[in-house]
């Protein structure tokens, strides 16, 4: 499994953009789980969440698997006036991912990414390769650009 390339893989590689990955259980579906099963600092792991605001956009926020996206901050952030999650059903068509393995590199779209300000204190952090069972290690500074 260690050696099967992502999507996000192929395009990092494309991009010269360094990257590990790693890979777990499959059946592991909890972020803090994952990141104890890999042996990294949750605060270094991040999950990708979707949402829509009340005008209609869509936004990615990209927070650690220890914490809860803030909605009212979080629509603070991005300029609108409320935001929500997006509904689980709507996950695959909007994004190209499933839950679980939704990334924020290689969406279908182009989306507003915001990245929690703490992944700026890591060398690396952890987000899904884009597959449920596959984390791509990778620089904050390379993942915001």
Known sequence: MANEKTNVGRLLDASNINYEIKTYDQTTTDGLTIALTIGENPEQVFKTLVTVANTKEHFVFCVPVNCSLNLKKAAKAVGVKSIEMIHQ???LPLTGYIHGGCSPIGMKKKFT?????TAQLFDYIYVSAGRVGFQVKISPFELSN
């Open 89 to 91: 059903k709507e996950l």
């Open 113 to 117: 990414t915001v990245i929690d300000e």
